[in-house]
């Protein structure tokens, strides 16, 4: 999917993606019809994509910042990339 928000032009095709809540659940991959990923675009920006399988709702894009893409990170169950690779540091120690 591309979207261009604010004169920047976001594309889950050259994108790499981070993290998402998809998981199997038994029987479908989808979580009540929807999932979000998380992905990080090739300059270092961060973006959800959010998906739905509900009639009425569309796909859409939503840019993040660092500060929520780390959040959303911790929150996601998949993880397609290391804390690290993703953010470019090690997490702290507790």
Do not use: C
Request: avoid cysteine; charged fraction near 30%; hydrophobic fraction near 25%.
């Amino acid at each position: 999917m591309e979207q261009i928000i604010n004169g920047l032009k976001y594309d889950t095709k050259v994108s790499d993606l981070v993290a998402s809540d998809r998981y199997w659940d038994g029987h479908s991959y989808d979580r009540d019809g929807r999932n979000t990923y998380l992905y990080k675009t090739q300059n270092g920006r961060y973006f959800l994509l959010h998906t739905s399988n509900w009639q009425g709702e569309r796909d859409h894009i939503e840019p993040v910042g660092l500060k929520d893409a780390k959040h959303y990170y911790e929150e996601m169950p998949e993880h397609d990339m290391s804390y690290t690779d993703a953010f470019g540091e090690e997490p702290e120690d507790a």
